[in-house]
């Protein structure tokens, strides 16, 4: 499958994009870099350096994708509270604002959530 992989030089999508290049699969990751880091990512994988934020540059990420995973994110407590609105942009509002410009959309969309404990 074609996957794409947002976030994917963090932590979550590090590991997740090890095993989507494991298992066989074509990896385009989609990272701005601004916590992440190339260091982790695997060579195999096709990086993007781009904002989620940016709903041009991610409908052609994802042009012809099977699947998307959503990993980019805020994902610290204080920049939350700092920047509300900025939070909600890259980990939410992203697919919002993608899937209404995208025609047509990937097959599937997979979001990040926390774990239930
Ligand atoms: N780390 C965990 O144990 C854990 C557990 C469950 C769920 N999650 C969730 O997984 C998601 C990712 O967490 P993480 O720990 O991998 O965070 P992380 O900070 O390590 O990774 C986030 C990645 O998103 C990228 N990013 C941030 N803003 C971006 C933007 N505007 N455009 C493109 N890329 C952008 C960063 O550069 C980074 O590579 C979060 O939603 C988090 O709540 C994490």
Redesign the pocket.
């Known amino acids: 499958m074609r996957c794409v992989v ?8 590090t590991h997740l994009v090890d095993r989507l290049v494991r298992d066989g699969h074509q990896v385009i990751v ?7 880091n190339l260091e982790g990512l695997n060579p195999l994988a096709e990086p993007l350096y ?4 940016d709903s041009h540059a991610l409908a052609a990420a994802t042009e012809g994708a099977d699947v998307v995973f959503h ?5 610290r407590i204080e920049r939350s509270v700092a920047d509300p609105v900025g939070t909600h942009a ?2 939410a509002g992203t697919v919002a604002s993608s899937s209404g410009a995208q025609r047509p959309m990937p097959k599937r969309w997979s979001m ?4 239930r404990r």
């Open positions: 947002t976030g994917g030089c963090g932590f979550i999508g989609l990272d701005d870099l601004s916590t992440g781009c904002s989620v934020t990993t980019a994110a805020w994902a890259v980990n990040n959530r926390p774990q």
